[in-house]
């Protein structure tokens, strides 16, 4: 930091100039070839970049996920290589910078640097600095059969211009912060790999542990009504647990205490297992699942076996229309009951993956979360410049 404030002190002392984004860009719209044209999806020569390459893979990229033929470009003109795609409706607050001649679809606006200020420019610098345009853009919206970016000022947002030098060392610094969370991502994602491992070994049980149909070791009850206006009405410090993972928010009332499992009954994440330890309030979307006797089935392992079984959870799912979980398919749910002692040996085991894994208070999650808030803090204080002749 100290190297970067006197970098500016020395080669920018009195601020620096700011362009606005249609003086330095060339931009065009991505475009998606029509389903009817075979010819447009027979090949492959064509990077052709969405939404879903950003969130497979990150916001550098050298490739796509789909590939299209080149008798899909229209007038025969790739995007350049490095070039900006930046996400202007739909999902907005998303960018990518694109390494290689390509194409997007039109959730994407392209901004390619002009050749007179190519040599101004480090393209990395451009990148980072546009998690700043992310965040203009989420703040100006237009709403018309979806959401979409007032286009207007979007190209008059500005950019600054500092030294090359300048660039260059912002660029190390940031490239340090995001190679340290990609490491870190990379440990999580061993960890879970790990975890699985492991869940399956502590969950294979012989023939000879006794199973039993989960109604009749637990009782199962839909949550109450709940809806956001409710939520807005009626705040206070009781989660609300509903069709998610995640609470749905925060409400004054609750409605189940020392209960943590719940099976989501319906919607996109039908079948999946919560947990929420303490008072809060459980919406109808979601079962509650009630040991009835705590010295035979132990509430952590019930919730680790329910885990396990995912597969077998959804496919008592039906998906036709909304997404259900029956409530009798669900108690007919063959578990195994080993005896206490091993029970607690699984949950001793499966609860420290548990932690390292899943748990944001703590383990990998934690520290990822805290390395990215430390990440955006310095990014943005690294990428605030004085602007040249601007009142002091």
């Known amino acids: 930091m100290s190297r ?30 029509r389903k009817t044209d075979a010819e447009a999806w027979s090949g492959d020569e064509v990077p052709w970049f969405r939404m879903e390459d950003i969130r497979a893979n990150g916001g550098i990229l050298d ?141 294979t049980f012989s023939g000879s542990v006794t199973r039993s149909p989960l109604g009749e070791l637990v009782q199962v009850k839909t949550g109450a009504a709940v809806s956001k206006r409710l939520i807005q009405e009626n705040p206070g410090p009781y989660p609300v647990i509903n069709s998610g993972r995640e609470p749905l928010g925060y409400i004054g009332e609750y409605n189940t205490e020392g209960n943590p499992v719940g099976i989501t009954s319906r919607g996109a994440g039908v079948g999946s297992i919560t947990w929420c330890e303490g008072r809060y309030y459980r919406g109808n979307l979601n079962y509650g699942v009630t040991v009835k006797d705590v010295n035979e089935l132990d509430v952590r392992f019930l919730y680790h076996s329910l885990q396990y079984m995912q597969p077998e959870l959804r496919a008592l799912c039906s998906f036709q229309g909304i997404p259900a979980l029956n409530k009798a398919s669900l108690e007919r749910l063959v578990i195994p009951l080993p005896d206490m002692a091993v029970q607690m ?38 990428l605030a410049f004085p602007e040249k002749g601007a009142a002091a």
Request: aromatic fraction near 12%; glycine fraction near 4%; hydrophobic fraction near 35%.
């Open 63 to 203: 490739d796509s996920i789909q590939r299209i033929s080149k008798s899909a470009v229209k007038g025969g003109r790739l995007f350049a290589a490095d070039s900006i795609l930046v996400a202007t409706s739909a999902t907005i607050g998303e960018h990518a910078l694109i390494r290689v001649p390509h194409l997007s679809n039109q959730r994407f606006t392209c901004l390619t640097l002009k050749d007179e200020y190519r040599s101004r420019f480090d393209v990395k610098f451009l990148y980072y600095y546009c998690f700043r345009l992310d965040e203009w853009c989420k703040k100006n919206t237009t709403v018309s059969s979806f959401q979409s970016v007032d286009m207007v000022g979007f190209k008059r947002f500005r950019f600054p211009i500092p030294p090359l030098a300048v660039q260059r060392e912002i660029v190390r610094v940031l490239d340090q912060f995001t190679q340290l969370e990609a490491e870190l991502e990379a440990e999580l994602e061993a960890r879970r790999r790990q975890y699985e491992y492991y869940r399956h070994r502590e969950m």
């Open 345 to 382: 040996k699984v949950v001793s085991i499966l609860d420290k993956f548990d932690a390292l894994v899943n748990d944001l208070n703590s383990g990998l999650p934690a520290e990822i979360a805290a390395r990215r808030k430390q990440y955006e803090y310095y990014r943005d204080k690294l």
């Open 4 to 33: 970067i404030d006197n970098l500016v002190k020395e080669l920018c002392p009195d601020g620096v100039d700011y362009k606005p984004l249609a003086t330095l860009f060339d931009t065009r719209n991505g475009y998606t070839p």
